[in-house]
C-alpha cells in the first residue's frame, strides 16, 4: 500500500524488503496430493539450524486441488 507523502522513504523500505524477502518466491513448493507446482502459501516460519542453514515451513495450499499442507525447506 502506497500511502502519499512518504515517498522516498516508502520506496526504499519495499525495495529493501523485496531484496530481503525475495529468495521465498524462488522456492518451488510441490503439492503432495496432485504433485502440481502451482502452489502458494499464506504464513511461514523460520527456523536457524546454524550460520547458514535454516528451515522454512510454509503453510500451503494447492491452487489446483485447493489441497491445504505443511511444506518444508531446507536452505
Known amino acids: 500500500m502506497y500511502v502519499h507523502g512518504l515517498g522516498d522513504a516508502q520506496e526504499a523500505y ?8 525475495a529468495w521465498l518466491d524462488s522456492i518451488k513448493i510441490t503439492c ?6 502451482n502452489c ?22 494447492c491452487e489446483d486441488c485447493e489441497h491445504g499442507f505443511t511444506f518444508e525447506h531446507y536452505g
Open 40 to 61: 502458494g502459501y499464506d504464513d511461514y516460519e523460520e527456523e536457524y539450524i546454524d550460520y547458514n542453514d535454516v528451515i522454512v515451513t510454509f503453510d500451503a495450499y
Open 32 to 37: 503432495p496430493k496432485c504433485k502440481s507446482t
Open 14 to 21: 519495499a525495495k529493501e524488503d523485496e531484496i530481503k524477502y
